[in-house]
Structures are given as structure tokens and as C-alpha cells.
């Protein structure tokens, strides 16, 4: 009987962990909207009129990883050796983006356009996304990037999560995605 009770919790706790609730269109479109950004005191932000994104890409790994985890605030990337090279998104009203590279861990930090890419091991250039839009389906909400009306990438929205700040007693969010293959 302990026996069946001790598996029984392992299943409803396995099954609770499993049971992700992937976020909505209208739930993602607020948290990319620049009015719903979670707003920075100070001045750490650089974007005033967008909502920017970071995540990694030490070694490139934004291009070589199909599971990606954004974070809306910069301060977490701070002082992570893993940040030293990361990807920022801005998200602007009217659909509007820019997609940068950053390196933070060089005096002085440099952003630039990315505009090369890893595709079947090779460097391919690309056209840089200038534009997005959130789309959903009974499979769940995206976040297409265009450069015009052509679409670069699809990324599924897996999870938001609330993430603690390790040097501040603030909490930012983090956006997990997935990236989709192009027909």
C-alpha cells in the first residue's frame, strides 16, 4: 500500500510539471508591446520605446539552438560570463523590430546587425528581420520574424516564466522558445 501511495505522488507530481500552460496570442502580445514591458527605475534600460528581449549566443548559439530562453530584462545578462555575447531583440508598436548581436564583456560594450548565419555548417548571410507579428493556431501562439512580407523565422512560444534577478530583489520574465523549421 506505501508502495502504491509513493507512485502515485511520483506520477501527480510529474504530471503536474508536465502540464505547461502555453501562453495565449493576446498574452504574448503584451509582454512584446513596449507598453507592457516590465519598466526599469533606473537607466538601465537602452530601449525607451520598445521591449527588448536577451538571450545567449556565446559560440553562436542563437543560431544552433532550437530551444531559446529570452529574458525582458538586461540585468540579468550582467556580470554571466554565458552573456558575453548575446542577441537582443526590440520590439516596436505597429509591428515594427530590430535584431541586434551585443558583446558586453569588451570595453566598451559593441552592438551590431546581424546579418550572418549558420545554415547546414555553412555562413550564409541573411536579411535582417525588420518586422514581426504574433500568430496562433490550434497548435499554439508564434512569433514570426519578417524583413518585409518575407517571413525569416517562426518561433513557438513554449512557456513565460517569472524569473528571480540573482543581484537584485526583482523578478524579470523569461520567454521560452522554439524554433520552427521553414517549409
Known sequence: MRFLLIVILSLNSVLARSQTKIPSKDEVTILVKPEGRLTLTDANT??????????????????KLDTLYFYNDV??????????????????????????????????????????????????????????????????????????????????????????LPSLKEQCIRLTLLRCKLD
Open 46 to 63: 537602452s530601449c525607451e520605446k520598445c521591449s527588448e528581449w536577451w538571450t545567449i549566443n556565446t559560440d553562436s548559439l542563437f543560431f
Open 75 to 164: 540585468n540579468f545578462t550582467i556580470g554571466d560570463a554565458l552573456f558575453c555575447q548575446a542577441m537582443r531583440w526590440e520590439f516596436y508598436k505597429k509591428g515594427a523590430f530590430k535584431f541586434y548581436g551585443v558583446s558586453q564583456c569588451e570595453e566598451p560594450p559593441k552592438t551590431t546587425i546581424e546579418t550572418l548565419r549558420v545554415k547546414d555548417g555553412q555562413i550564409v548571410k541573411i536579411d535582417v528581420p525588420d518586422r514581426f507579428r504574433i500568430t496562433s493556431d490550434a497548435n499554439g501562439t508564434y512569433i514570426e520574424l519578417l524583413s518585409g512580407s518575407k517571413v525569416n523565422e517562426i518561433f513557438s512560444v513554449l512557456e513565460t516564466t517569472k524569473v528571480d
